[in-house]
């Protein structure tokens, strides 16, 4: 069984930096691809960025670009997301997923083509 789990959101003032985990257990975790999402409450869930499984490279959004960076540790099976300047349109419930493909391809913003899904963590950016 394939799990993934987030950790690591809370509250933060404008400006401010938080940084995002997610620890994989039951797969290959370094065949896949791994995404960021997240869900504002009404709102669709939106794809943020995505980093391939072998060779790390990574991919972004325009909304998070310069302020946001994706990584991670294939002997941990951890995803991180290090969010720096923090916006109050940021505030959201961040989920992390998994792809059985691994590189993420030109559609990694869309939660179709994901396979595995955490149960997300709350980012609330107010002062």
């Known amino acids: 069984q394939v799990q993934l789990v987030e950790s690591g959101g809370g509250l933060a003032q404008p400006g401010a930096s938080l940084r995002l985990t997610c620890v994989g257990s039951?797969?290959?975790?370094?065949?896949?691809?791994m995404g960021w999402f997240r869900q504002a409450p009404g709102k669709e869930r939106e794809g943020i960025a995505c980093?391939?499984?072998?060779?790390?490279?990574?991919h972004y959004v325009d909304a998070v670009q310069g302020r946001f960076t994706i990584s991670r540790d294939n002997a941990k099976k951890a995803l991180y997301l290090h969010m720096n300047s923090l916006k109050p349109e940021d505030t959201a419930v961040y989920y992390c997923?998994?792809?059985?493909?691994?590189?993420?391809?030109?559609?990694?913003?869309?939660?179709?083509?994901?396979?595995?899904w955490g149960q997300g963590t709350q980012v609330t950016v107010s002062s």
């Open positions: 997923a998994a792809r059985r493909r691994l590189n993420c391809g030109d559609n990694y913003d869309s939660p179709t083509p994901y396979d595995f």
């Open positions: 039951g797969l290959t975790y370094e065949a896949y691809s």
């Open positions: 980093i391939n499984g072998l060779d790390q490279n990574t």
